[in-house]
C-alpha cells in the first residue's frame, strides 16, 4: 500500500489546476506509484497505528505546528511516540503531535520569521512550495492567509511525515505531490512560488530558475532562499567534491551574482532581504534527527569554515517579480 493522492485531485477539482491533472497524474504514475519504496510496509504500519481525526482548533500561525491531544482522547504516550519515531529522521519543524514535542533538526520557523515580512501578503493567494519536505512550511503558508499550499517534493517519509498531520486535521488547503521540479507541467498560474534550500543542488541553476518562473503567473511573485558565499557580483563557488560533506552542491554565488543571474532570466524587481549565518542553535542533531548534522559538516577548528575549508554556510532569501 501507498499513500494515496485522491484527495488532491478531488480537492482541486473545480480550481485553476483541474487543467494540470492529467499531466500531474501521469507524473504521479511513473514516479510515484510506478516506484515503490523499500520501507513502505514498515511506514504503513506505524501511520495506521497512529490516531485519526478531525481537529480544528489548530493555528497554522504558531512557530510550532501543533495538533492538541482532544480531552476525551485517552492516548498511550510512549506508543505515540514510538510510532511517530518510526519516520525519522524529522528534519523540518518543529512539530506538536497530541502531546508530543517532534524537535526537528532545523529550526524551521525561524527561516519563516526571516522570510515573511519580505513577501507579498499571501491572504488568498494560490503558493506553490518546491522542495517542500514534511509540509511544514505549507501549513505555515495557510496560517499567513494562503488560499492553496501545493508542496512537492519526492522523499518519500517526508510524505509520510505530512499524512501524521494530514490525518489529525480537517480538510485544508495543503497537498504534497511526491515528485521533482522537473516533473511539473508549466503552469504558468501560481501567485507566489517558494523555493527553498534547493538551487545548490541543481546541476543547471539558469534552468532551475526558468522552470520557477514557468509556474507563476505574470505578475507573480518568486521567494528563493539558497546558500550563498560573500563577494561580488562576480564570485561564485563551485565545489571540487562535496560542500559541508554534503555531494549535492553544484553552485553557491555571491548574492550580487544571483541578483543578475534572475534578471538575465528575466525576473523584475530582484532583491536580497536577508542573509543569514546557519547557527548550530539553528541546525543540529536532535533524538529525532540523529544522523550528523551542521557542527559535524564545519571546521571542528574553526567554526567559519567547512569541513573541506570553504566558507560556512551563509543563506541568502531573494524576492523577485515575473513580469506582466
Same mark, same amino acid.
Given at each position: 500500500?501507498?499513500?494515496?493522492l485522491?484527495?488532491?485531485?478531488?480537492?482541486?477539482?473545480?480550481?485553476?489546476?483541474?487543467?494540470?491533472?492529467?499531466?500531474?497524474a501521469?507524473?504521479?504514475?511513473?514516479?510515484?506509484?510506478?516506484?515503490?519504496?523499500?520501507?513502505?510496509?514498515?511506514?504503513?504500519?506505524?501511520?495506521?497505528?497512529?490516531?485519526?481525526?478531525?481537529?480544528?482548533?489548530?493555528?497554522f500561525?504558531?512557530?510550532?505546528?501543533?495538533?492538541?491531544?482532544?480531552?476525551?482522547?485517552?492516548?498511550?504516550?510512549?506508543?505515540?511516540?514510538?510510532?511517530?519515531?518510526?519516520?525519522?529522521?524529522?528534519?523540518?519543524?518543529?512539530?506538536?503531535?497530541?502531546?508530543?514535542?517532534?524537535?526537528?533538526?532545523?529550526?524551521?520557523?525561524?527561516?519563516?520569521?526571516?522570510?515573511?515580512?519580505?513577501?507579498?501578503?499571501?491572504?488568498?493567494?494560490?503558493?506553490?512550495?518546491?522542495?517542500?519536505?514534511?509540509?511544514?512550511?505549507?501549513?505555515?503558508m495557510?496560517?499567513?492567509?494562503?488560499?492553496?499550499?501545493?508542496?512537492?517534493?519526492?522523499?518519500?517519509?517526508?510524505?509520510?511525515?505530512?499524512?501524521?498531520? #494530514?490525518? *489529525?486535521? =480537517?480538510? +485544508?488547503?495543503?497537498?504534497?505531490?511526491?515528485?521533482?521540479?522537473?516533473? &511539473?507541467? /508549466?503552469?504558468?498560474?501560481?501567485?507566489?512560488?517558494?523555493?527553498?534550500?534547493?538551487?545548490?543542488?541543481?546541476?543547471?541553476?539558469?534552468?532551475?530558475?526558468?522552470?520557477?518562473?514557468?509556474?507563476?503567473?505574470?505578475?507573480?511573485?518568486?521567494?528563493?532562499?539558497?546558500?550563498?558565499?560573500?563577494?561580488?557580483?562576480?564570485?561564485?563557488?563551485?565545489?571540487?567534491?562535496?560542500?559541508?560533506?554534503?555531494?549535492?552542491?553544484?553552485?553557491?554565488?555571491?548574492?550580487?551574482?544571483?541578483?543578475?543571474?534572475l534578471?538575465?532570466?528575466?525576473?523584475?524587481?530582484?532583491?536580497?532581504?536577508?542573509?543569514?549565518?546557519?547557527?548550530?542553535?539553528?541546525?543540529?542533531?536532535?533524538?529525532?534527527?540523529?544522523?550528523?548534522?551542521?557542527? #559535524?559538516? *564545519?571546521? =571542528?577548528? +574553526?567554526?567559519?569554515?567547512?569541513?573541506?575549508?570553504?566558507?560556512?554556510p &551563509?543563506? /541568502?532569501?531573494?524576492?523577485?517579480?515575473?513580469?506582466?
Amino acid at each position: 500500500m501507498t499513500i494515496s493522492l485522491d484527495a488532491f485531485f478531488a480537492a482541486t477539482k473545480d480550481s485553476f489546476l483541474a487543467d494540470f491533472h492529467a499531466p500531474l497524474a501521469a507524473a504521479l504514475q511513473q514516479h510515484y506509484y510506478g516506484k515503490p519504496h523499500g520501507r513502505t510496509a514498515e511506514w504503513d504500519t506505524a501511520l495506521a497505528a497512529l490516531p485519526t481525526g478531525n481537529i480544528e482548533a489548530v493555528d497554522f500561525s504558531q512557530s510550532r505546528m501543533s495538533i492538541p491531544k482532544p480531552d476525551d482522547w485517552h492516548l498511550d504516550a510512549v506508543e505515540l511516540k514510538r510510532n511517530l519515531m518510526a519516520f525519522k529522521p524529522w528534519r523540518k519543524g518543529p512539530w506538536h503531535h497530541l502531546g508530543i514535542d517532534i524537535d526537528t533538526e532545523w529550526r524551521s520557523d525561524w527561516k519563516w520569521q526571516r522570510i515573511a515580512p519580505h513577501i507579498s501578503d499571501l491572504t488568498g493567494r494560490n503558493v506553490l512550495d518546491i522542495g517542500t519536505g514534511n509540509g511544514y512550511f505549507l501549513y505555515r503558508m495557510l496560517g499567513a492567509g494562503a488560499n492553496l499550499a501545493i508542496g512537492v517534493d519526492p522523499t518519500r517519509i517526508f510524505l509520510y511525515q505530512f499524512a501524521v498531520a #494530514q490525518q *489529525l486535521l =480537517p480538510a +485544508n488547503g495543503a497537498h504534497l505531490l511526491p515528485l521533482r521540479s522537473e516533473h &511539473l507541467p /508549466a503552469f504558468k498560474a501560481f501567485d507566489t512560488v517558494f523555493c527553498l534550500g534547493v538551487l545548490y543542488h541543481r546541476r543547471s541553476p539558469v534552468d532551475h530558475i526558468q522552470e520557477l518562473m514557468s509556474y507563476l503567473r505574470p505578475g507573480g511573485e518568486l521567494v528563493l532562499e539558497t546558500l550563498v558565499v560573500p563577494g561580488d557580483e562576480y564570485t561564485m563557488l563551485v565545489p571540487q567534491d562535496r560542500y559541508a560533506k554534503m555531494a549535492n552542491v553544484w553552485f553557491l554565488p555571491s548574492t550580487a551574482a544571483l541578483e543578475n543571474l534572475l534578471r538575465r532570466v528575466g525576473f523584475q524587481d530582484v532583491r536580497t532581504v536577508d542573509v543569514n549565518k546557519t547557527s548550530l542553535d539553528e541546525q543540529q542533531a536532535t533524538e529525532w534527527m540523529t544522523f550528523h548534522s551542521l557542527e #559535524q559538516f *564545519l571546521d =571542528p577548528d +574553526n567554526p567559519d569554515l567547512t569541513a573541506e575549508g570553504y566558507p560556512a554556510p &551563509l543563506r /541568502a532569501t531573494l524576492v523577485a517579480t515575473k513580469p506582466e
